[in-house]
């Protein structure tokens, strides 16, 4: 059974920062990357946008366009938790963070099968 399980979202005014963590259980399948998705207010589960996406080991990263040079993801092994650190946040961040986990190397939500019950990340102006 796999889980996944987020936390350290909340509320912040323009120009803030967040770290989000999410937990993986141990029943992860052990080549999965771990992915960052978000889902604006009013949005279908559909339109997720991905936000990060890392690999296993930790070596590799990719960011979507629109949180370049603010947002990072890491994780020091495959058992500890993937963070997301987020930076000089916007309101149009506002959203409910997911993490995911899934075999392809793709911020596309479809080929994510696992997912976490998101935190909610609210920024203000």
């Known amino acids: 059974q796999v889980q996944l399980v987020e936390s350290g979202g909340g509320s912040v005014q323009a120009g803030g920062s967040l770290r989000l963590s999410c937990a993986v259980s141990?029943?992860?399948?052990?080549?999965?990357?771990m992915g960052w998705f978000r889902q604006a207010a009013g949005k279908e589960r559909e339109e997720r946008e991905g936000?990060?996406?890392?690999?296993?080991?930790?070596?590799?990263?990719d960011l979507a366009d629109s949180v370049k040079g603010r947002f990072t993801i890491s994780r020091d092994n495959p058992n500890t938790p993937v963070y997301l650190q987020m930076n000089s946040l916007q309101p149009e961040d506002t959203a409910t963070y997911y993490c995911?986990?899934?075999?392809?190397?793709?911020?596309?939500?479809?080929?994510?099968?696992?997912w976490g019950q998101g935190t909610q990340v609210t920024v203000s102006s």
């Open positions: 141990r029943a992860t399948v052990s080549n999965y990357c």
């Open positions: 936000v990060a996406i890392i690999s296993v080991d930790g070596s590799l990263t």
């Open positions: 995911a986990t899934g075999v392809a190397w793709s911020l596309a939500p479809e080929n994510f099968p696992y």
